[in-house]
């Protein structure tokens, strides 16, 4: 499965992404001038990237009265990205 990226979104999974899923951010690769990085991906890691993001959404990503905050709508395109 291929996934592009925005660099927001690659800068972000590279901040809090697991340790041992690094490796597949880090070989992602650069394409045209708006800085889209494109990951190439099994769809076992998918799967683990995005219960991941659901993870970490359900303890940071919500406000008291359960909107969404900015990290959380980030969360939410790696969830949608990820979903095969």
Do not use: C
């Not at 991906?41 to 970490?56: F, G, K, P, S």
Request: charged residues 25%; proline residues 1%; negative net charge.
């Amino acid at each position: 499965m291929r996934i592009s990226l925005s660099e927001t979104q690659h800068k972000y999974l590279l901040a809090y992404i697991p340790e041992h899923l690094k490796h597949l951010i880090n070989k992602s690769h650069e394409t045209g001038a708006n800085t889209v990085f494109d990951l190439d991906v099994e769809n076992d890691v998918a799967d683990e990237i995005r219960d991941w993001a659901l993870e970490r959404q359900n303890k940071v990503g919500f406000e008291i009265n359960y909107q969404l905050t900015s990290e959380g709508q980030l969360l939410q395109e790696f969830i949608d990205l990820f979903f095969q």
